[in-house]
């Protein structure tokens, strides 16, 4: 599918996309641009024994009258006489087919799903169709399975349109098209099994395509541009609406391109992945707090959570400036985080993947004077069993503990018979889990706090 491919503008960073920008948005292709240009596709049949143009055009074409089209674009003479063996361009819209399927993997959130003026209830298994725009608002996620075992992952905040989902029946194989018209998707792309089959990406500004890999595509919505960048594989992108005609790059795993409106075509090496520190610990915080490993080329980072390696069933993501990211709670379970950086050039690096386990467990305490004494009181969030532990050290935070009692149920002890003196004393907790299959247990402590004990 990559021959003859060129790639027609060097890698000059993305500061030289500005200068198109103004430009650019005065001459930006509309939907109808995009759809002519799908429309002079072709596809190259090879003559079979047996075969004529009148009975391929009755068995396989729209309209039995397209053969004309055919004889025409192909200069055939005679089209009763065709060689065994010669190569014949068909225009892809000529060609019958039948509808392909796609059906909804995984969703999370508010999103949408609708057909015309109809819209699907979101369900597990619904059968997505051509025509199709699906919208995800934020906080909400979304993945399609098609036919062929490729995938289709949105985010938060994107909007696509599902423009071909077709089996041509001609050459057994299939026709995919999404447009992007906000936001991101991921595509991981089954390797495609005939020479004949297309997976293709549109947005307003660029089309892609690939014949099996893991890459993403993102419109950036203040400036327009297009970002497309490949993580397994490799991915032929064009500025434009034509794969054939206009700039064209190739871009191999580690390397994205930018396409401006203006017609601007721009390489660039991702970032290697970044290094999550201490990724394996338990997250118990009502947070998730994630740690990256400082680099001077990442201005920030994207952190996406997922219930499954595959990265299917979405459950979070934020993008942050800075190394430290926090996620909003989720439940306990066992789960995948997969981060990237962010270049200044506005490029999203490649990924590390870790998995880590989310259990919740939060602890605090206080201690005040009451009519019987010195109250030490304990709180915190977590499902499961939960034991406390009490320690109070007189003089200094590395005595040895004066009180020292474990396996309380309780939250409160009340302590009458305290000297005068300075204290300090902090409160643990041992969480059990629900959960049967991970019967690991939680240990945590508060921070020493001072007392003061004059009576």
């Known amino acids: ?8 503008i060097p890698s000059l960073g993305l500061r030289l996309l500005a200068s198109f920008l103004i430009l650019g948005l005065a001459f930006a292709p509309n939907e109808t641009a995009a759809q002519k240009s799908t429309d002079t596709e072709q596809i190259v049949y090879v003559f079979k024994h047996g075969d004529t143009l009148f009975n391929l055009a009755n068995k396989y074409f729209r309209k039995q009258a397209d053969y004309i089209a055919v004889q025409r674009i192909n200069r055939i003479a005679n089209p009763r006489q065709i060689p065994v063996g010669k190569p ?19 969703f999370r959130g508010d999103v949408s799903i609708a057909i015309g003026s109809r819209n699907l209830a979101p369900a597990r298994g619904l059968n997505v169709t051509e025509g199709s725009q699906i919208n995800t608002a934020a906080r909400s996620f979304l993945t399609l399975e098609l036919e062929d075992g490729s995938r289709i992952s949105l985010p938060s905040n994107s909007q696509v349109r599902i423009t071909r989902l077709r089996h041509i029946l001609l050459t057994d194989s299939v026709d995919y098209e999404i447009a992007v018209d906000k936001g991101r998707i991921r595509s991981k792309v089954a390797p495609l099994q005939k020479k004949a089959d297309r997976y293709r990406v549109r947005t307003p500004v660029a089309v892609s395509a690939v014949r099996g890999t893991d890459y993403r595509t993102r419109v950036d919505e203040t400036s327009g541009i297009t970002f497309s960048e490949t993580v397994e594989g490799e991915v032929v992108v064009s500025a434009g609406g034509s794969l054939v005609s206009g700039p064209i790059v190739s871009i191999p795993a580690g390397t994205g391109a930018a396409a401006s409106a203006a017609g601007a075509l721009v390489k660039e090496q991702l970032l290697s992945p970044p290094e999550l520190l201490d990724p394996a610990k338990v997250q118990s915080e009502t947070e998730l707090r994630f740690a990256v490993a400082p680099r001077t080329a990442a201005i920030g ?5 997922a219930s499954d390696a ?12 800075g190394t430290l990211i926090n996620l909003p709670s989720i439940p306990n379970g066992r789960y995948f985080v997969q981060v990237t950086a962010l270049g200044a050039d506005g490029f999203e690096g490649m990924p590390a993947t870790y998995s880590f386990k989310r259990q919740l467990s939060t602890l605090g305490g206080s201690a005040d004077a009451g009519d019987f004494g010195y109250r030490f009181k304990w709180f915190g969030e977590g499902e499961g069993q939960r034991f406390y532990r009490l320690q109070i050290l007189k003089g200094s935070k590395t005595a040895i503990p004066i009180i020292d009692e474990a396996g309380l149920s309780t939250d409160t002890i009340t302590l009458s018979d305290l000297e005068d003196g300075e204290y300090y004393w902090r409160v643990g907790v041992i969480q059990l889990s629900n959960d049967p299959e991970d019967r690991e247990a939680i240990e945590k402590w508060t921070d020493f706090d001072k007392l003061t004990v004059a009576n």
């Open 1 to 8: 599918m990559f021959e003859g491919f060129r790639e027609l």
């Open 88 to 106: 014949i361009r068909i225009p892809v819209y000529l060609l019958k087919y039948r509808p392909s399927k796609a059906s909804l993997s995984a």
């Open 301 to 305: 980072h994207r952190i996406v959570i």
């Open 310 to 321: 595959g990265f299917v069933d979405l459950v979070a993501e934020v993008q942050e400036q």
